[in-house]
């Protein structure tokens, strides 16, 4: 029987959607504000879900503890009160959309779990905005 656990996690970013290729006219036509040169901040919440078997010793699918601790020190301090164009390493050359952070923390946490398990991000960028990414 599998069973899926969710962690819900919070972080606060500023970021700037544009292409360094594109003109300033291409870049404002397609991102509009969100190519703002001067940043802009969202609060972002990450719902980590994480499907299994339960593990018939421990009754868990995955120790809620360790995904705390993991989502904690691979997401929430790599990005909370982060400018993600200038101060992430990911996002020096990968435009900062939610599409891409929430592949990018997939690809952070996924090889620090068991492989068994599958791993499925939903990240809000706003209440009515959100993405979700699992690895397909």
């Known amino acids: 029987m599998e069973v899926t656990v969710n962690r819900k996690a919070h972080f606060n970013a500023a970021h700037r959607l544009y292409r360094k290729d594109w003109s300033a006219e291409k870049n404002d036509a397609i991102f509009g504000k969100c190519n703002n040169p001067n940043f802009h901040g969202h609060n972002y919440e990450l719902i980590v879900s994480v499907t299994g078997e339960i593990d018939k010793n421990t009754g868990f699918v995955v120790d809620m503890k360790v995904l705390k601790k993991l989502i904690k020190i691979e997401i929430e301090d790599a990005l909370d009160h982060k400018n993600l164009n200038l101060e992430v390493p990911e996002f020096k050359e990968l435009n900062p959309t939610a599409e891409n952070i929430a592949v990018v923390i997939y690809n952070k946490l996924k090889p620090k779990l068991n492989a068994k398990l599958a791993l499925e991000i939903t990240l809000y ?4 905005n ?7």
Do not use: A, W
């Open 130 to 136: 959100f993405v979700k990414y699992s690895g397909k």
């Open 125 to 128: 960028e706003t209440p009515r």
